[in-house]
């Protein structure tokens, strides 16, 4: 089930910008059966107690490559749907580089590009790197595709980036923006 439809997500309020509501339907996929296709060997599944804690992240990383091997072979790059809901997913397990990639895949679709450089956007900020969270805010400003909750979002986060860097004159113009429009938008 995609993790977009079905409501499973809800990593932040702020960034969840909307659009995904307004987008198709994504296909879904079987992830049980390209789990499937990792045919591991048998000599993999021994006993617990002889395996060491080496061994057991060798074979994580294996498996795991296995994975995204098989997930590359059955999803397309047009279907951002499913690249959006892998982004989310990774994010999620703390698979940073990965879900910047898929995200970066979907953005590829202009209906999810604002939401997706959001996201990258909010990777960038939890990992305290306000320069490239601007930066994907910014692109998410730029997409074409927008909704006024969606650009009024990206203003506040900017806005906090901004604060958040010291520096008072960029943020005071994003909270600005914000205040000309909606005076009681959340703390503005």
């Known amino acids: ?8 997500s809800q990593t932040i309020e702020r960034s ?28 993999s599944l021994g006993a617990a107690s002889q395996v060491t804690s080496s061994m057991v992240e060798v074979d994580v990383d294996q498996v795991f490559a296995k994975f995204k091997a098989g997930v ?7 279907d951002s749907a499913t690249h959006y809901d892998l982004g989310v ?22 209906h999810r590009e604002c939401m997706c450089y959001a996201m990258i956007g909010l990777i960038y900020l939890e990992r305290s790197d306000l320069d490239r ?6 692109k998410a400003l730029s997409a074409q595709a927008k909704t006024v909750e969606q650009e009024m979002n990206l203003y506040y986060d900017l806005g906090t980036v901004y604060e958040m860097k ?7 113009y994003y909270f600005q923006k914000i205040a000309r429009r909606d005076p009681g938008y959340r703390d503005v």
């Open 133 to 138: 969270a601007a930066e994907s805010y910014k």
């Open 72 to 78: 590359r072979a059955q999803v397309t790059e047009a």
């Open 16 to 43: 969840m910008l909307g659009a995904a509501a307004d987008a198709p339907a994504a296909p879904e996929m079987d992830v049980a059966a390209s789990l499937g296709t990792l045919d591991l060997p048998p000599e």
């Open 89 to 110: 997913a990774y994010k999620e397990m703390g698979l940073v580089t990965e879900a910047i990639t898929e995200f970066e895949h979907a953005a590829r679709d202009a």
């Open 166 to 172: 010291g520096d008072a004159q960029d943020a005071l």
């Open 1 to 8: 089930e995609s993790i977009a439809a079905s409501g499973a």
